[in-house]
């Protein structure tokens, strides 16, 4: 090949048409970033759609990614399950939450209980707020809290630095229903009135059940509770 003549190595068919593929990258408007390497842009090469790309661009330099983890991401289809989109100015906490969220559980044929479900998140409780989105942080499980001379139990407390607010989570093995409400609603403004700080912003509920139910959120009318599913893997 003439190129391989006079530049050397280097210049094989294969690199020419990857070299095309980088070109046609930057022409789509992809902002590359020096902090991936070339091992990372050949796993998003094979991606077609740009806004895919620049997602996962983004997300790989944000969090660091191997190239194991970046592909481990896209084979898990992670941009499709996220609902935060590149036009969206003001997202909210429920665009950067996946849907549905990926759990491992060892045996996914059983049938799992709450209390199952509950434990397995808490074993993998890292991969569990990797899963879940963006900035999430660990602040307690089955947190006891008292209203009037009741006891409940919130299934898991977190905190988002991206948004500045505590999230309250609430696992349910069903699907959706509209009894859910009254109990989030509940439980965030316990967390409002006595555990955040005047600093942070409010509360958010997030209820994750096995299967969605639309018409149940048409009359939620409470912007700070969201819902998503999950599938075990």
Not at 80 to 89: A, D, P, S
């Amino acid at each position: 090949m003439k190129l391989t003549k006079e530049l050397g190595k280097g210049y094989t068919i294969s690199a020419l048409k990857r070299m095309h593929q980088f070109y046609l990258l930057f022409q789509k408007g992809a902002t590359l970033s020096h902090q991936l390497t070339i091992s990372h842009y050949i796993e998003l090469l094979k991606l077609k759609d740009i806004q895919k790309v620049k997602y996962y661009i983004s997300i790989s330099s944000k969090l660091n990614l191997s190239v194991r983890e970046l592909r481990e991401r896209i084979k898990s289809n992670e941009y499709e399950r996220i609902g935060y989109k590149e036009e969206l100015k003001e997202p909210k906490i429920n665009t950067l939450i996946k849907n549905p969220i990926l759990i491992k559980v060892k045996n996914r044929n059983d049938e799992i209980t709450e209390y199952a479900l509950h434990q397995t998140i808490l074993e993998n409780i890292d991969d569990f707020l990797k899963e879940l989105g963006i900035g999430f942080l660990y602040a307690g499980n089955e947190v006891k809290i008292k209203i009037g001379n009741s006891f409940h139990y919130i299934d898991f407390l977190l905190f988002n630095v991206k948004f500045n607010c505590y999230v309250v989570i609430e696992l349910k093995v069903t699907e959706f229903k509209a009894e859910y409400i009254g109990q989030v609603m509940k439980y965030i403004n316990y967390v409002d009135k006595n555990i955040k700080e005047p600093f942070n912003e409010k509360t958010v509920g997030v209820i994750i059940c096995k299967k969605e139910n639309k018409y149940v959120m048409e009359y939620c009318t409470d912007s700070r509770i969201f819902t998503t599913t999950y599938e075990t893997i």
